[in-house]
Nanobody, 121 residues
Framework: QVHVVESGGGLVQAGGSLRLSCTAS????????MSWYRQAPGQERELVAM???????KYEDSAKGRFTVSRDNAEKTVYLQMENLKPDDTAVYYC???????????????WGQGAQVTVSS
């Protein structure tokens, strides 16, 4: 089994900060991309930040400049440091861990259970 667990969510006032953590464990052989997604009530899931094994990063436009994604490969952990949070950031944040095969195609990906982030005005 592969387990992906997020932590660090909570309630914060606008302008505050939170740090999310996501750790993969179990039988996963290797990790390529580690990403954060979020889904607000009534909204589609969207990519917030992605960090590849080659340390290339992609941010959702509203997150750029406020959020920072990083990873610790030895610990199979990805972090999302969120600064200057806004009410629109309120969502359930999900961690995704992806593994690609030798041809570059996705072989496996795993999702965490989600962490609630609520930003009050």
């Amino acid at each position: 089994q592969v387990h992906v667990v997020e932590s660090g969510g909570g309630l914060v006032q606008a302008g505050g900060s939170l740090r999310l953590s996501c750790t993969a464990s179990g039988s996963i052989a290797s990790i390529d991309d580690m990403s954060w997604y979020r889904q607000a009530p009534g909204q589609e899931r969207e990519l917030v930040a992605m960090l590849t094994s080659g340390n290339r990063v992609k941010y959702e436009d509203s997150a750029k400049g406020r959020f920072t994604v990083s990873r610790d490969n030895a610990e199979k952990t990805v972090y999302l440091q969120m600064e200057n949070l806004k009410p629109d950031d309120t969502a359930v944040y999900y961690c995704n861990v992806a593994n690609y095969g030798p041809t570059g195609l996705l072989q496996d990906d795993y999702w965490g259970q989600g962490a609630q982030v609520t930003v009050s005005s």
